[in-house]
T-cell receptor, first 116, second 110 residues
Framework: DTAVSQTPKYLVTQMGNDKSIKCEQNLGHDTMYWYKQDSKKFLKIMFSYNNKELIINETVPNRFSPKSPDKAHLNLHINSLELGDSAVYFC???????????????FGEGSRLTVL | GDSVTQMEGPVTLSEEAFLTINCTYTATGYPSLFWYVQYPGEGLQLLLKATKADDKGSNKGFEATYRKETTSFHLEKGSVQVSDSAVYFCALKGTYKYIFGTGTRLKVLA
């Protein structure tokens, strides 16, 4: 039973299109995240949510809109896709994402987005 | 702000060689520290962690010690195998975010 699952695993689309990635965690964690990994493997946080509330928005263009319908789900919708959006997007979760937490981050398998 | 610096790769070693990948951090206080590994085409898996100063994390023959004096968390393994070929990331836990180093690619030759 996968702890953090995201779909789809691959997306190939044209510039200007809109796409969504869904993420679910069954670990009972209170904090969820979206990370972007570029072609050089650099990992950068995009968003974090705690108990469905947006906590961090790391200067991401507003074409990216996350939504957390409940603590176990965090989806990512991207409007008007651009070539530079091509990357691998990772969903992740942790317990006690705040200052008092010490635990690790659990990652999904990633969604590889290719914009043509 | 908080940051993690790890050595540039790629690192190429022969099987059974000794591995060190350096990692230093800048942070307020004493955050939890982690090493993650990413195999080709996969997500990131936790390799080991340390939550306070002088803790040693270990797993699968890998070790790292949380050194607050030198703000370091270097990864070591005494004898690498071909199957250890992957990208290794050092990370620290901030407030509602985890900050990662740039990753170090390790290639182990038979």
């Amino acid at each position: 039973d996968t702890a953090v699952s995201q779909t789809p695993k691959y997306l190939v689309t044209q510039m200007g299109n809109d796409k969504s990635i869904k993420c679910e965690q069954n670990l009972g964690h209170d904090t969820m995240y979206w990370y972007k990994q570029d072609s050089k493997k650099f990992l950068k946080i995009m968003f974090s949510y705690n108990n469905k509330e947006l906590i961090i928005n790391e200067t991401v263009p507003n074409r990216f809109s996350p939504k957390s319908p409940d603590k176990a789900h965090l989806n990512l919708h991207i409007n008007s896709l651009e070539l530079g959006d091509s990357a691998v997007y990772f969903c992740a979760s942790s317990q006690k994402g705040g200052r008092d937490g010490t635990g690790e981050l659990f990652f999904g398998e990633g969604s590889r987005l290719t914009v043509l | 702000g908080d940051s993690v610096t790890q050595m540039e790769g790629p690192v190429t070693l022969s099987e059974e060689a000794f591995l060190t990948i350096n990692c230093t951090y800048t942070a307020t206080g004493y955050p939890s520290l982690f090493w993650y590994v990413q195999y080709p085409g996969e997500g990131l898996q936790l390799l080991l962690k340390a939550t306070k100063a002088d803790d040693k994390g270990s797993n699968k023959g890998f070790e790292a010690t949380y050194r607050k004096e030198t703000t370091s968390f270097h990864l070591e393994k005494g004898s690498v195998q071909v199957s250890d070929s992957a990208v290794y990331f050092c990370a620290l836990k901030g407030t509602y975010k985890y900050i990662f180093g740039t990753g170090t690619r390790l290639k182990v030759l038979a």
